[in-house]
């Protein structure tokens, strides 16, 4: 099958990870899939919400937007409609819980990071995009922490990244963009470790049910894929990347 940008069924969009992008945050990408560009920050505070106090575990959250102009067709934005739609809500949750599955929470200590995705430009795989340049961002913020001595080592256990699969025209291709997203008879998002292991698997069949043995050539797509973000991550910290998953064989 030829695909609309020329790419192979298992190639990904050209990706490119820009660290320190913003000034006031402790942690800070902007990531670019093909032509969709994600500005993740990491944000410290030396709290934790309600639920997790005088427990000396941490916390990682996540919150997504896209901006007005990051579509097609101008979006309104959430704020104004003073409530966050339904899609928006699923994704900041999806990244939260991407990014604490790789988090020794113990390790962290009584502290949250915020974690923010804001799209400015969109053009499909925002929420696999936001994970991965999360990822990058709560890096360097938690590198933050460790020279400040508020932790004692790295807390992280894994690398973590995320990317679209589907089939279209009974294929299976990766990184959908969003001419075909938006044509495609099965979507799914894949979150995984450096591991190999799946985080989380979000996938839609209500256009054309699919099998399990497409299911099985969607994961590995999918593996490849994740895997070679995961270099990119790595290309992109250095040095950094030495400190993960060193001593990090406990909970998270
Ligand atoms: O972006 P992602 O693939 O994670 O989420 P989606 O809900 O499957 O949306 C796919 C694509 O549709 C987005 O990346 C955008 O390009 C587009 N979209 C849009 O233009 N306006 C929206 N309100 C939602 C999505």
Known sequence: MDRIDGRQVNQLRPVKITRNYIKHAEGSVLIEMGDTKVICTASVEERVPPFLKGQGRGWVTGEYGMLPRSTE?????????????????????LIGRALRSVVDLEALGEITIFIDCDVIQADGGTRTASITGAYVALVDALTKLLEQGKISRIPLNSFVAAVSVGIKDNTV??????????????????????????????????????????????????????????????????????????????SG
Do not use: H, W
Request: some cysteine; hydrophobic content about 35%; charged content about 30%.
């Open 173 to 250: 291709i990766l990184d959908l963009n969003y001419a075909e997203d938006s044509t495609c008879q099965v979507d799914m998002n894949i979150v995984m470790t450096e591991k190999g292991q799946l985080v989380e698997i979000q996938g839609t069949g209500e256009e054309k049910p699919f099998t399990k043995q497409e299911m099985e050539q969607m994961l590995a797509y999918g593996e490849k894929g994740i895997m070679e973000l995961i270099k990119i991550q790595k290309e992109s910290l250095g040095e950094l990347a030495n400190l993960i998953g060193v001593e990090g064989n406990g």
């Open 73 to 93: 067709v101008r979006k309104v934005r959430d704020s104004s409609k003073g409530k966050v739609d339904g899609r928006t809500m699923e994704i900041q949750r």
